[in-house]
Structure formats: C-alpha cells, structure tokens
C-alpha cells in the first residue's frame, strides 16, 4: 500500500505565504506525477499543480499561476507547493495525489487525507 501525508497548513493573512509538504510512503516502485487538488465548502475540487517525477515539468491551474511553484525532493519522495500572495479565495483543503507505481505492471492514483489553509484577517 502507499500512504501520502500531508502537512503545512494553517492560518494565514491576505498577502502572506505557506509552504504545504507531501510526503509518499509504502510499497512505491516509482513514481509518475504528483499534484496539489483544493476544495473550498460548496465547491468542487479544483486542480492547482502538478509535476512529472522523472523531468520535473510542471503545470498549474490558471487561478495559482505566477502566485504558487510546485516542487519536489526524488530522494524523499516528497512534493511542496509553496503559495504566496494568499487570497482569502485560495482557503480550501489542500489534498496531494499521486500516481505512483507499486509494480512494473500496476499503476494507480493516491490520495491524502488533505490540510486546510485558511487566509483571512
């Protein structure tokens, strides 16, 4: 089994920054892509980030774009997304998925538990 734990979030003012961590763990032969999902109360999740584990190329969601950078430790196999110039608009729970291999044939997608980011003065 692979287990993804999230961490870093927490109260923040408009106009601030939060780093968020996911660390993946288990029966991981390698690892795809990971990426960053939020969900604000009423809403449906959103994507914000995604990297390719082998050359690194990332992607965002349009509403993060220039403000969050995604990143990621191979040794670790550990994802950031470091946010700045919070919006009260980017308080959701942040999940990290991954799509993660645990044999050469077999492939599946990964879910956190999430952390939430509140951003409010």
């Known amino acids: 089994q692979v287990q993804l734990v999230e961490s870093g979030g927490g109260l923040v003012q408009p106009g601030g920054s939060l780093r968020l961590s996911c660390a993946a763990s288990?029966?991981?032969?390698?690892?795809?892509?990971m990426a960053w999902y939020r969900q604000a109360p009423g809403k449906e999740r959103e994507f914000v980030a995604l990297?390719?584990?082998?050359?690194?190329?990332?992607y965002y969601g349009d509403s993060v774009k220039g403000r969050f950078t995604i990143s990621r430790d191979n040794a670790k196999n550990t994802v950031y997304l470091q946010m700045n110039s919070l919006k009260a608009e980017d308080t959701a729970v942040y999940h990290c998925?991954?799509?993660?291999?645990?044999?050469?044939?077999?492939?599946?997608?990964?879910w956190g538990q999430g952390t939430q980011v509140t951003v409010s003065s």
């Open positions: 288990g029966s991981i032969f390698s690892i795809n892509a």
């Open positions: 990297i390719a584990w082998s050359g690194g190329n990332t």
């Open positions: 998925k991954g799509t993660i291999a645990t044999t050469t044939s077999f492939t599946d997608d990964y």
